[in-house]
């Protein structure tokens, strides 16, 4: 029996050698440029930064990283994104 082949959830080629913004289970956060991917969401980033929040707030440089999939908690581009208030929050 043939199985039926599995297909990405996302459609992150229109990504590709763009920056983007990862968010890890864990709190960890990374912008970089998207290089490649997998259909298990496995992501390949060049000139990778870290946003490092403690013990004080700064920027780590990493370079060319593997990001494994199953750890990626939410994923948006960079350019083109804008904080908005939340409208679920209680008025004061």
Known sequence: MDKPKREAILD???YVNERIRVKF???RE???VLKGFDQLLNLVL???KEAVQEPEPHVRTLG???L????ITLLSP???LEEIAN???AQE
Do not use: N
């Open 78 to 80: 960079v350019d083109g």
């Open 68 to 71: 494994r999939g199953p750890t």
């Open 12 to 14: 992150l080629s229109k």
């Open 46 to 48: 060049d000139e990778v």
């Open 30 to 32: 990374v912008t970089g």
């Open 25 to 27: 289970t864990g709190g």
């Open 64 to 66: 060319l990283v593997v």
């Open 87 to 89: 409208p679920f929050m």
